[in-house]
């Protein structure tokens, strides 16, 4: 089970993740981020830091969580994966759109 807490500062959200982000997490994250954007802080940064494993569902929440966040008007962005998160996204080019960023200043100081 993924453990999911959330920081704010800036008006940018934090959510830091612990846990294998797989099918029976994603939908935990989905429903976090969806939860920060309605209430109005559609910039979020997911601190992946304590992440050992995405399968494709915890991807699909990541996109479906920067979809979201997009539509509101602000975007999500992925801080500290390790080599094997990274891997998927670039496999897949969706590195181009779910940016990933080295830390979460990294991710924080583009807005």
């Known amino acids: 089970m993924i453990e999911l807490t959330n920081s704010v500062s800036d008006g940018v959200a934090v959510i830091h993740c612990t846990g294998r982000l797989n099918m029976k997490a ?7 981020v969806d939860a920060i954007v309605a209430e109005g ?10 992440v050992p494993f995405v399968d494709s569902s915890g991807l699909g929440a990541l996109i479906g969580g920067l979809k979201t966040a997009r ?12 080599d094997q ?4 996204p670039a ?3 969706l590195d181009r759109i779910l940016r990933p960023h080295a830390t979460i200043e990294d991710a924080r100081g583009e807005w």
């Open 26 to 32: 994603a939908p935990h994250l989905k429903k976090r």
């Open 41 to 50: 802080l559609p910039r979020i940064v997911v601190d992946l830091t304590g």
């Open 71 to 82: 539509l509101a008007g602000g975007d999500l962005r992925i801080a500290c994966a390790g």
């Open 85 to 88: 998160i990274l891997a998927v």
């Open 91 to 93: 496999l897949t080019n």
